[in-house]
């Protein structure tokens, strides 16, 4: 495959960006959205002194969200080869991609004791998603939903 990019596969690249952003904003808002439910809701939260717990069952659930959004939006012009491989592989880079999450939380909480519910949220949600997230575009580009040339190429001149 040559390096150099045709004016097809860069509008691919970024039509697969902005579809890419929809969908993991999707699920950023269920993330986000149960992390805090399971940490605050009610009087005392459900996992109010288990962040790093509430931050696996919000991802888990946003990772089913994004997988149907990116398998049937974001690269749905890309052959697809073995669903059960795909699948495999879409839950590991995003367990790679939780890890990098819950890193950036259990230093904040754990190690530097910045244990606020704002500074939760910048760890897991703000530092560790910009990493992970950066991380996920490219495994799941590379890796989980791969192209070929024959397709970037239809999906350019289909869009």
Request: proline share 3%; with cysteine; glycine share 8%.
């Amino acid at each position: 495959m040559s390096t150099v990019q045709t004016p097809s596969r860069r509008l691919c690249l970024l039509r697969e960006l902005g579809a890419f952003g929809v969908v993991g904003l999707t699920g950023y808002v269920v993330d986000v959205g149960l992390f805090n439910v399971l940490r605050y809701a009610g009087d005392p939260g459900l996992l109010v002194d288990k962040p790093l717990t509430a931050k696996v069952i919000s991802v888990v659930l946003a990772t089913l969200v994004t997988f149907a959004g990116n398998r049937h939006w974001t690269w749905r012009h890309r052959p697809r080869r073995d669903a059960r491989r795909e699948v495999a592989l879409f839950f590991a880079v995003n367990a790679i991609g939780l890890g990098i999450c819950l890193v950036c939380l259990a230093v904040s909480h754990y190690v530097l004791g910045m244990t606020s519910a704002l500074a939760d949220n910048i760890s897991a949600n703000g530092v560790g998603l910009v990493l992970s997230t950066t991380f996920r575009f490219w495994g799941y580009r590379t890796h989980v939903f791969r192209d070929s040339d024959r397709s970037a190429a239809s999906f350019a001149q289909n869009a």
